[in-house]
């Protein structure tokens, strides 16, 4: 399948190897090869050389999830949400495989009850991602953190928040850093958020970069300064943040810090 789908040794042909990563995925769990189930769905997903089919995606991402392959889980709520599928439809698959110890699948489950309009699946989410971040997981007590600091299926508690979101942090989660410093910002303390945002930033976080450029673009937390704003927007684009592009592209467009161009 993979000579197929680069063309090594014989002639490029992604529709070929797409059926051959299926078939190598749907195998028995003896002979499964999971990275074909990956491959399959990102191929599907994306449009890679063959028609664009997400409920295709999704049933392959559940496949790879089901026999804990890495990095496929977290794309199953989403699918089977473009896909307009219901919760059930995946929760048992993401259930069994957050059972047999993958971590990965509990974030998964979680995730899909947090876009539940019911409270009782948020709580269902926050229940899960406590458990998770009790068995010492920095994902588990990052999104736990979340769902307190906005109040999602469990009382608000934004110093219940802080305190994990810190923890977690201090052991070096960068995306810890940035939640705290969000969440610090939310509340009015712009200088302690910026001290988050810049230790997320310097480790190459790029919506941080973009926070810190914003604060000292609207001297908040920080004296006013448009040149360490543009230097902070231009860092986070090249780091990837749409955000940062955006605002990057407005500074130029109005003169502002840089040339007009």
Known sequence: ANMHYAGAGTPKNPVKALELYKKACEGNAKELFTESCTKWGKMVATGDGVPKDIKDALKAYLRACEYK?????????TYNAEAGGKLADITRTLDDSCKAGFEEACHAYADAHTQSNSES???????????????KNDVGCIRQADLLAFGRGVTKDVD???????TQC????????????????ANKKAEQAV?????????????????????????????????AAVGYFLKSCELGSLSGCGNVG????????VKLD
């Open 69 to 77: 392959r890495e990095d496929s889980c977290r794309f199953v709520p």
């Open 121 to 135: 699946d948020r709580r269902v989410a926050y229940e899960t991602f406590e458990k998770s971040c009790n068995r």
């Open 160 to 166: 219940r928040a802080e305190k994990l979101y810190k």
């Open 170 to 185: 201090e052991g070096g989660y960068l995306y810890a850093c940035t939640g705290l410093g969000s969440l610090l910002l």
């Open 195 to 227: 001290a988050y945002y810049k230790r997320a930033c310097e480790g190459g976080l790029s919506d941080a970069c973009n926070g810190i450029g914003f604060q000292y673009y609207t001297a908040n937390g920080v004296r006013w300064d448009i040149t």
């Open 250 to 257: 407005e500074m130029y467009r109005y003169g502002i810090g």
